[in-house]
């Protein structure tokens, strides 16, 4: 199998894994300050909305990562490629938030949703390309966030709170997106083209990626009408706080990748993830654990504390989807993603079956023992089919 053909010219291998870190962390920075924002400028039943809204976005756009970026950066397909087909997946990603828009009633969110499209493109080069060029968008994320800040508080001073505000984010960002969103070649034609040739690979791997979001996504909007007001915005919450160690999942993801599609990975690497794995639990519960502080309500008025339940089911879903990177990784560069999507499917079973159990949704802890039994059955799927599955034959060069 070929290396991935992002750039990789420059720098010590260190360095590179500190640009995309660095990457990382300010896209999860910017996720952070989004909500930390609208949580105080929003009405408090808008921000229930946006929190429906942005997690099905987060969601699809990794869906739009599992069959377009992590294709290129595991070797399977090319980076030109990869561009058109990701042309694609964004239209279909608009489309669909466009419709979760229509579903919450809120115009607002239909205007943001136009948006998306150019963040998806955009969201494609920076996951590829960042390896390379991270001091490029560094800065350029750092501008977009600027800008974006400014624009929304200054609006919010100007008029007060208004499910509006949020345009002053998606609108803004929008133009600055689609100059780095990459262009081809083809367009909407090539990318079904390039997809349509890679549909063995991809369609498990879509219905996995589009399976990933739907327990948090549907335990959400359970929530937010079961519950009392509130309720889906402070769940939503909970994953704005593990920010941080989003942060490292998405970076370890990309890295990962990059060093699967050289070759098999180590027993020894495979020890050392444990260890992390352990470590990822004991640092979401402790910074859970800063919502049953006074810190909490006075930096989000209204938002009350996690009971330990809850702290406790969203740190144990963190750690098992971090448990999952590495027999998700070899799987992919192995070209088994039939296994991928089984093993996603049965996660979904057990994610709906707890579901079932815990009717109604009136709590956060709700959430994220929903998500967590998801992840846990979705980490043991996959560890089975590395084991006991036989690997099927690589390809050695990426195609489409």
Not at 125 to 145: H, I, M, N, P, T
Request: with cysteine; net charge positive; charged share 10%.
């Amino acid at each position: 199998m070929t290396s991935p053909p992002t750039s990789t010219r420059s720098g010590s291998r260190i360095g590179r894994g500190l640009g995309v870190v660095l990457v990382q962390a300010l896209n999860s920075a910017t996720t952070v300050a989004q909500m930390a924002m609208f949580a105080v400028v929003l009405p408090r039943g808008d921000f229930d909305d946006y929190a429906v809204w942005i997690t099905s976005n987060m969601f699809l756009v990794g869906l739009g990562q599992a069959i377009g970026t992590d294709r290129v950066i595991i070797g399977r397909r090319t980076e030109a490629d990869g561009v058109r087909s990701a042309q694609v997946i964004a239209l279909a990603v608009m489309v669909a938030q466009l419709g979760v828009a229509l579903a919450l009633d809120n115009p607002a969110l239909m205007v943001c949703s136009v948006a998306v499209f150019c963040y998806t493109t955009y969201d494609f080069q920076r996951f590829v390309r960042c390896f390379g060029e991270a001091s490029r968008f560094l800065r350029y994320d750092l501008g977009v966030l600027a800008a974006q800040v400014v624009v929304t508080v200054g609006v919010w001073v100007l008029v007060g709170d208004s499910a509006w505000l949020v345009l002053g984010w998606w609108v803004v960002g929008a133009p600055a997106w689609l100059v780095l969103s990459g262009r081809e070649r083809g367009g909407v034609r090539a990318g079904l083209q390039v997809l349509r040739a890679d549909l063995r690979e991809c369609l498990p791997l879509l219905g996995d990626a589009a399976l990933a979001g739907v327990p948090l996504v549907v335990a959400l909007a359970l929530v937010r009408a079961q519950g009392a007001e509130g309720d889906a915005s402070a769940a939503r919450m909970a994953f704005t706080i593990l920010g941080p160690i989003t942060v490292l999942g998405i970076s370890a993801r990309r890295m990962v990748y990059q060093r699967t599609a050289a070759g098999p990975l180590s027993a020894g690497f495979a020890l050392k993830w444990a260890v992390v794995v352990v470590v990822t639990f004991f640092g979401c519960a402790a910074l859970l654990s800063l919502t049953r502080t006074p810190l909490y309500p006075w930096a989000f008025p209204g938002f009350l504390g996690l009971t330990w339940w809850a702290i406790l089911g969203f740190s144990t879903n963190h750690a098992a989807m971090f448990s999952t990177l590495l027999p998700a990784a070899t799987l992919r560069a192995e070209q088994r993603s039939l296994q991928v999507g089984i093993a996603r499917v049965l996660a979904t079973l057990s994610a709906a079956g707890v579901g079932v159990f815990l009717l109604p949704f009136d709590a956060a802890s709700d959430v994220a023992w929903c998500v967590a039994a998801g992840s846990i059955a979705y980490a043991g799927s996959l560890y089975v089919a590395r084991s006991l599955t036989p690997r099927a034959d690589v390809a050695s060069a990426p195609g489409p």
